[in-house]
Antibody
Framework: EVQLVQSGPEVKKPGESLKISCKGSGYSFTSYWIGWVRQMPGKGLEWVGIIYPGDSHTRYSPSFQGQVTIAADRSISTAYLQWSSLKASDTALYYC???????????????WGQGTLVTVSS | QSVLTQPPSVSGAPGQRVTISCTGSSSNIGALYDVHWYKQLPGRAPQLLIYGNNNRPSGVPDRISGSKSGTSASLAITGLQAEDEADYYCQSYDSRLSVVFGGGTKLTVL
């Protein structure tokens, strides 16, 4: 069974750093792209970026380029989304999801993690 | 302002048919990129509902269907049931922006 299990909720102060994780199981983690999606409170879905764990190739949405870093450790089948300096506007629910095809960004997001709530407040 | 435009809300009575539109442009849906649809229940992660414009994953009933024409796509739900009440999102690929979502549509079952 394919599963993506995300790390728990985080409460941080503005300016702090943060890394959240997404562990894949039940499939070949290095063979499928993993995407990150943001959902701000009461709002819709926004694509953050994507990584191919096989070679750590990444692409970012222009809206998030330079604001976050996506990484992966294929030895433990885990993808990461990280911030070096959080802002209050980063407060949101962040989902990881698998692109279920061989191409990547054009493929549907067929399996989703449960989401990680990030709260940034002074 | 989302790249793909959806109506904020639609509603229908049990048993009725509803459709949700998703309007894009020549750099995404009109460029022949596939459209995918997701259903999100309150407090839950989105789940894939339709992929590749009109294909249903295993477990999705055949009263749910998708279509695409030109720069738009549609999701249709027939025989509306209480369990269909949720938020629905379309998603495609944009040659300039990469992965793009619609703003979401809240379906209310009256």
């Amino acid at each position: 069974e394919v599963q993506l299990v995300q790390s728990g909720p985080e409460v941080k102060k503005p300016g702090e750093s943060l890394k959240i994780s997404c562990k894949g199981s039940g499939y070949s983690f290095t063979s499928y792209w993993i995407g990150w999606v943001r959902q701000m409170p009461g709002k819709g879905l926004e694509w953050v970026g994507i990584i191919y764990p096989g070679d750590s190739h990444t692409r970012y949405s222009p809206s998030f380029q330079g604001q976050v870093t996506i990484a992966a450790d294929r030895s433990i089948s885990t993808a990461y989304l990280q911030w070096s300096s959080l802002k209050a506007s980063d407060t949101a629910l962040y989902y990881c999801a698998r692109h279920g095809g061989i191409v990547g960004a054009t493929d549907p997001l067929d399996y989703w993690g449960q989401g990680t709530l990030v709260t940034v407040s002074s | 302002q989302s790249v793909l435009t959806q109506p904020p809300s639609v509603s229908g009575a049990p048993g009725q048919r509803v459709t949700i539109s998703c309007t894009g442009s020549s750099s995404n849906i009109g460029a022949l990129y596939d459209v995918h649809w997701y259903k999100q229940l309150p407090g839950r992660a989105p789940q894939l509902l339709i992929y590749g414009n009109n294909n249903r994953p295993s477990g999705v009933p055949d009263r749910i269907s998708g279509s695409k024409s030109g720069t738009s796509a549609s999701l249709a739900i027939t025989g509306l049931q209480a369990e269909d009440e949720a938020d629905y999102y379309c998603q495609s690929y944009d040659s300039r922006l990469s992965v793009v979502f619609g703003g979401g549509t809240k379906l209310t079952v009256l």
